[in-house]
């Protein structure tokens, strides 16, 4: 019996963070412009026209980071362009600056 209930809060637990997952994938882009709006950064809207202007291709995936050195914030970006090469793209989310553009070599 105590085995069974073991089993039970295990799978439990584990069908809970499967869903909780799916759920913070869905909205990582809410959770981007709300703190945009909160810090006065430009929108997410912006920011990936400004980053697929610097490097033109199809975003992979797209994140609201704090600088690490620095004070303020960045958009990053992961772009792939034609040729299906990687790239990682940062914008200033105070400026809309392109801070960083270089080819992932992973």
């Known amino acids: 019996m105590k085995h069974t209930i073991q089993t039970l809060i295990t799978v439990t637990a584990l069908s809970f ?5 799916a759920f913070a994938d869905a909205d990582d882009l809410h959770e981007m412009e709300t703190m945009a709006k909160t810090f ?3 929108s997410f809207e912006e920011a990936k026209t400004k980053a697929l202007a610097a490097k033109p291709g199809v975003i992979d995936d797209a994140e609201l980071e704090s600088k690490k050195f620095e004070k303020g914030w960045n958009y990053e970006f992961e772009i792939v362009d034609a040729d299906g090469v ?3 793209v940062d914008i200033d989310a105070k400026t809309g600056k392109v801070t960083k553009m270089s080819k992932d070599w992973f």
Not at 17 to 21: D, E, H, K, L, Q
């Open 40 to 42: 006065g950064l430009i």
């Open 86 to 88: 990687e790239w990682d």
């Open 17 to 21: 963070g499967v869903m909780s997952n």
